[in-house]
């Protein structure tokens, strides 16, 4: 479906209005999207998926992601939540997993950013180098 500049515009301006001290916060964007679907503006349902894939992206962004081969320890966590909140901000949420196949080192994924410093890594560009 094809989306018209003001719809994207409108959703655009929704978005903003959702945000608190710069954080989206959930229960603005309950009522905003509400208050559209009973009014029915205008392209409303462009307006409602242009803002739904704008909240998607938000919450992309505010999402950490970080695997290693083992448990981290709490230092080690604590330092990755600093710098991370250095980079990206305040409420950053921050999943932390384990994954063997990394080999050893650390992947951290935020939104589309995505910071490799795993073996597994290296080792598949010195592959492709070859």
Request: aromatic share 4%.
């Amino acid at each position: 479906m094809k989306i018209s500049k003001q719809a994207r515009r409108d959703a655009k301006q929704l978005f903003q209005s959702c945000k608190v001290n710069g954080l989206l916060d959930e229960g603005k964007v309950r009522q905003v999207v509400q208050t559209v679907v009973l009014r029915k503006p205008r392209a409303y349902v462009g307006i409602l998926s242009h803002l739904q894939r704008l909240v998607k992206l938000d919450l992309e962004r505010r999402t950490a992601r970080i695997e290693s081969v083992a448990q981290l320890t709490g230092s080690m966590e604590g330092a990755l939540r600093e710098g991370l909140a250095r980079k990206y901000g305040s409420g950053l949420n921050i999943a932390f997993g384990q994954n063997p196949a990394l080999l050893g080192g650390v992947r951290i994924k935020v939104g589309s950013d995505l910071y490799d410093g795993s073996i597994q890594a290296r080792l598949n560009a010195l592959a492709e180098s070859f």
